[in-house]
């Protein structure tokens, strides 16, 4: 600029064209920083553009930025401008820290992905087919004379088998090399045993082990599907860490069936870390809270996740084991008093048990929702159809927002009815050896399971009576009364309330299962009879195993003007429920029943702090997968 130029008074609108492409500059040259997508910053760039023509025509000259000693005067307002700046380079530098922690777990996700890939890469390339690699796709293309046989099953594995050469298939939990050996731990379902395999060249009756052998052996990924082939010996001490602790298997050859190619969520070694602290099993269930893992734990959330990961630890294979066993032994015993099996629909044309606490639907035009509970259809089969004694094991829906540790929108519901001759007690008799055979069967048949559950979540073994004990709710009222809570005869019981009465039963009668009957009629459904001696209360029971409920049961109503009346007091119109209510109209025996959460059972039964733990897929307000 010359002397002239300088002298000169500024054309206020040139500075303000000098001030706008400055501007422009500015906030190209910051989104170029924030690595922003050029979609957004190149608007800027054309308004700049069409600045500079402008800026020549007056001046006719090229716009160049000017030092910083030539920058004319701003304006009013610099100081807003200067504060709108600040605000913009503090948001760009935000959003440049968040994309460079992104960028971060990016590449973190990226190298393991690579490093997975890499090891099968290199495990493709060096393979003797005879002795190890991978193992042709099972298409079901041939049989074998051996069949299933060939396989030996690693719980059956013992020391009476030494020198016998087997073939077991198993999870790949571990692997490790050491020098020219490799150890690796293979497991199926609740067993696990040992393979090892020594670098050698063969000779005097041995097979030849070639070192790619051993470094294959250790290098596919965990959780892989393999076959070992091997001899069973024992070793000097027992091996730590195996449940087939008195063997282990020299292997002869090592073939991989299916290669986990994913990288994992997380270690099995983790998942199946003793607790360290034990989780309260009452009040609300913070779902964002158990989604963390800490201390070499896998939080419960991440577990759910990936539920097909989880379902192989020990503790959870036992875990749905014992319930397996559950439902045999409920249909083993009710067989045998002639119950007979039934299968009610889950579709209905109103609520099961009235409330609003159902998923709807829409039912080719018409309102349905899924069943809360069999109970109409079950007390038309016995009652009403003649069968007299029916039990179901089904799904059960509950559109309950209810976030807890004890609660579910889906479970496996355990239900049984029957029709009465003179007392309801013929049902709690009925009900109180069914689960006495249940808890006999389980120590007797999954004595492995229980063990296998107490070694991740401890828990003391649950103590029942031969003859069950029975209390009615005013006295379970007067207990907790006693023992300075506070609590009224015709009150509902809190959960709180029933731990507490759970705890004072187990001192007082050394039992964790027991029977309450004898409920106020306003905290039971329609459909219950009511006390022939208190209106105020009702012929129902509750079932608790550790101060908990299990089953909710009752005599029911059998006539129909009483079943209309009952239904009217809850608000249940009467039409939704018409088919119902006319079933009683052409006779009906007495009866009562019962419904049993089998997932609480399983949960109670081997002291699990959450049924979220004893539910295969579990489904509560914020989880509908996997």
Same mark, same amino acid.
């Given at each position: ?68 000693? &030539? ?24 959003? !440049? ?121 250790? $290098? ?52 199946? @870390? ?40 020990? !503790? ?65 089969? !016995? !009652? ?73 979540? $401890? ?26 809570? &506070? ?15 759970? $705890? ?117 307000? @914020?989880?509908?997968?996997?």
């Amino acid at each position: 600029m010359s002397t002239e130029e300088a002298a000169a008074p500024a054309d206020p609108a040139v500075v303000e064209l000098t001030n706008q492409i400055a501007s422009l500059g500015t906030s190209i040259v910051e989104a170029k920083k924030a690595k922003q997508p050029k979609e957004e910053w190149d608007p800027f760039l054309k308004q700049m553009l069409a600045l500079k023509i402008q800026y020549k025509e007056k001046t006719g000259k090229d716009f160049h930025a000017p030092s910083k000693k &030539e920058v004319p005067n701003k304006p009013k307002g610099e100081n807003t401008q200067a504060a709108s700046d600040k605000n913009k380079e503090k948001r760009a530098k935000k959003a !440049a820290e968040k994309a460079a922690k992104e960028e971060k777990k990016r590449k973190q996700r990226e190298e393991r992905e690579t490093r997975e890939r890499e090891k099968l890469e290199k495990l493709n390339g060096a393979s003797n087919e005879d002795v190890f690699g991978d193992a042709p796709m099972i298409q079901s293309r041939t049989k074998s004379a051996e069949g299933v046989s060939r396989w030996t099953k690693i719980g059956d594995l013992t020391k009476d088998m030494e020198g016998k050469e087997v073939l077991v298939r198993g999870f790949l939990h571990t692997s490790r090399g050491v020098g020219k050996m490799s150890f690796v731990l293979l497991r199926s379902s609740l067993y696990t045993v040992q393979c090892v395999a020594f670098e050698s060249k063969g000779g005097n009756g041995k097979p030849e082990i070639p070192s790619a052998m051993i470094k294959y052996m250790t $290098g596919v990924p965990v959780e892989s599907i393999v076959d070992a082939y091997g001899t069973v010996t024992v070793p000097e001490k027992p091996v730590e860490g195996a449940t087939q602790s008195a063997v282990e298997i020299q292997v002869h050859k090592f073939h991989c069936v299916h290669k986990a190619t994913a990288a994992m969520p997380f270690q099995m070694e983790d998942a199946c @870390r003793p607790d360290l602290v034990r989780e309260t099993d009452i009040g609300a269930y913070d779902h964002d809270a158990n989604n963390a893992s800490e201390g070499g734990r896998v939080g419960q959330e991440t577990r759910l996740d990936h539920r097909w990961i989880d379902l192989r630890t020990p !503790a959870n294979q036992s875990i749905f084991r014992v319930q397996s066993m559950v439902c045999t032994l409920f249909r083993e015993y009710l067989l045998a008093q002639n119950f007979i099996e039934i299968h009610t629909p889950k579709l209905l044309s109103g609520a099961s048990e009235g409330g609003a606490d159902v998923f709807t639907l829409d039912y080719f035009g018409k309102p349905a929702c899924l069943s809360m509970s069999p109970q109409l259809h079950k007390q038309m089969a !016995a !009652a009403c159809g003649g069968f007299e004694r029916v039990f179901e094991i089904g799904p059960v829906f509950r559109a309950e927002n209810s976030n807890t540790r004890r609660h579910l929108c889906e479970f496996t519901g355990m239900d049984l009815e029957m029709a009465i001759s003179e007392h309801y007690d013929e049902v709690l008799d009925v009900l109180g050896d069914l689960f006495v055979h249940i808890f006999d069967g389980l120590k007797e048949k999954c004595g492995q399971e229980i063990e296998r559950v107490r070694e991740q979540h $401890g828990f003391d073994d649950l103590q029942y009576l031969r003859k069950t004990l029975k209390i009615d709710y005013a006295t379970g009222c007067k207990l907790l009364r006693e023992a300075g809570v &506070e609590q009224g005869d015709y009150d509902d019981l809190s959960t709180e309330n029933e731990k507490k009465l759970g $705890g004072i039963v187990k001192e007082k009668y050394n039992t964790d299962f027991y029977i309450m009957d004898k409920y106020p009629l306003s905290v039971r459904p329609f459909y219950t009879m009511p006390d022939p001696n208190n209106p105020k209360l009702s012929n129902s029971y509750d079932v608790f195993i550790r101060g908990q409920e299990i089953l909710s049961g009752a005599q029911r109503v059998h006539e129909p003007k009483l079943i209309e009346e009952r239904a009217q007091e809850w608000g249940i119109d009467v039409a939704t429920i018409s088919s119902y209510v006319d079933s009683f109209r052409n006779g009906a025996l007495p009866h009562g029943g019962g419904g049993i959460g089998l997932e609480r059972v399983v949960m109670l039964y081997l002291g699990l702090p959450n049924i979220r733990k004893s539910s295969m897929f579990p489904r509560d307000p @914020r989880r509908l997968i996997p």
